[in-house]
């Protein structure tokens, strides 16, 4: 029973870092633009993607889940060289929020950035306690 516990309290604060993650992207973009907001916009992509992944499998280790959310933002971001996410954007918000549009290399660089804040975060509040607490 306790692991079914600790497993809903990690789901709990990874949809909490979901949901910041996108405030933040959207408050990053409000206030700031151009390539700041654009490259912070993929950090905390990864970092969405990571959450989720999280939400989903709560047992899973800082690095997996880093590889797992990095990996995925990667293919998605490969994806673009096909066209498809383009011509998908055109149509749907919704396609152009989750696929991108055009394929951009440094993207690469800041979802790695994300996976690895998300994953240094994930690994220290796995440390501590109640109250700061190492346990």
Same mark, same amino acid.
């Given at each position: 029973?306790?692991? !079914?516990?600790?497993?809903? *309290? &990690?789901?709990?604060?990874? &949809?909490?870092? +979901?949901? %910041? *993650?996108?405030?933040?992207?959207?408050?990053?973009?409000?206030? &700031?633009?151009?390539?700041?907001?654009?490259? $912070?916009?993929? @950090?905390?992509?990864?970092?969405?993607?990571?959450?989720?992944?999280?939400? +989903?499998?709560?047992? !899973?280790?800082?690095?997996? #889940?880093? +590889?797992?959310? +990095?990996? %995925? =933002?990667?293919?998605?971001?490969?994806?673009? %060289?096909?066209?498809?996410?383009?011509? %998908? @954007?055109?149509? =749907?918000?919704?396609a152009r929020l989750v696929l991108g549009s055009t394929f951009n290399p440094p993207d690469l660089l800041w979802y790695l950035v994300g996976a690895v804040l998300a994953a240094l975060v994930h690994a220290g #509040?796995?440390? $501590?306690?109640? *109250?700061?607490?190492?346990?």
């Open positions: 029973m306790d692991d !079914l516990r600790g497993r809903g *309290a &990690v789901r709990a604060v990874a &949809v909490v870092a +979901a949901v %910041l *993650a996108v405030a933040a992207g959207l408050g990053v973009r409000a206030a &700031v633009g151009g390539e700041v907001a654009k490259y $912070a916009g993929d @950090a905390l992509y990864t970092v969405l993607v990571y959450a989720l992944a999280v939400t +989903a499998a709560p047992g !899973l280790r800082p690095v997996a #889940a880093g +590889a797992w959310a +990095a990996g %995925l =933002s990667w293919a998605v971001e490969l994806f673009q %060289l096909t066209g498809v996410p383009e011509e %998908l @954007a055109h149509r =749907s918000a919704l #509040a796995g440390r $501590a306690g109640p *109250a700061g607490r190492r346990v």
